[in-house]
């Protein structure tokens, strides 16, 4: 039997269940964008991850399957970026420049155009058991499979932003 393990970093795509954090986010920059939404609330803003792209993760385990001997094989990116960051990026990719005041619990993602906070801190959203860092090593996968993930990390946000804030338009001429 073929057994191989594969450990699959967080892969995001539009299709990513939308109470995951990346989907919140886009979900709420294209609703926030368009009317729909006054404020996103969020929990740690500095916890970081390690996000890639759902389509080249699904590339990686059939590559895995491919080989004549099963095997364990890590699936990331090695590259780790804050949610912080994640926000910046899907409300710039629709056109909403934010920037980040304050710190922990009082920290605004406010928009710089209007001064008007878009994203607060609630505590309720702060994990009991949270782990700060979340880092993959994808060498295994390059060497021996010849995988390395080709969508950058502010690529991946702006698709995933893009397809929400479509969804956020088609929202808004069905309430009109």
């Known amino acids: 039997m073929h057994a191989s393990n594969g450990i699959l970093f967080n892969h995001e795509s539009p299709r990513r269940g939308e109470t995951f954090v990346t ?6 920059a294209g609703r926030i964008r ?10 740690n803003l500095s916890a970081q991850r390690d996000w890639g792209f759902a389509p080249e993760y699904t590339d990686m385990m059939w590559r895995i ?18 949610v ?3 926000c910046e990026h899907a409300f710039e ?7 980040f005041e304050g710190e922990e619990l ?19 959203y702060f994990r009991p058991a949270e782990v700060e860092q979340l880092l993959g ?6 060497e021996k499979l010849g995988w390395k993930p080709e969508v950058t990390f502010k690529e991946l946000v702006t698709i995933m932003a893009s397809s929400d804030w479509k969804l956020a338009k088609s929202e808004k001429r069905q309430k009109n």
């Open 23 to 28: 989907r919140k986010i886009t979900r709420a």
């Open 34 to 43: 368009e009317g729909l939404q006054q404020k996103l609330l969020l929990g």
């Open 65 to 82: 399957l491919q080989q004549d001997e099963p095997d364990d094989y890590v699936c990331a990116t090695g590259e780790m970026h804050t």
């Open 84 to 86: 912080r960051s994640f």
């Open 93 to 99: 990719a629709v056109g909403i420049p934010l920037k």
């Open 106 to 124: 009082h920290e605004k993602g406010v928009c710089q155009k209007t001064g008007k906070a878009l994203i607060e801190v609630s505590p309720n």
């Open 137 to 142: 090593d994808p060498t295994k996968a390059a």
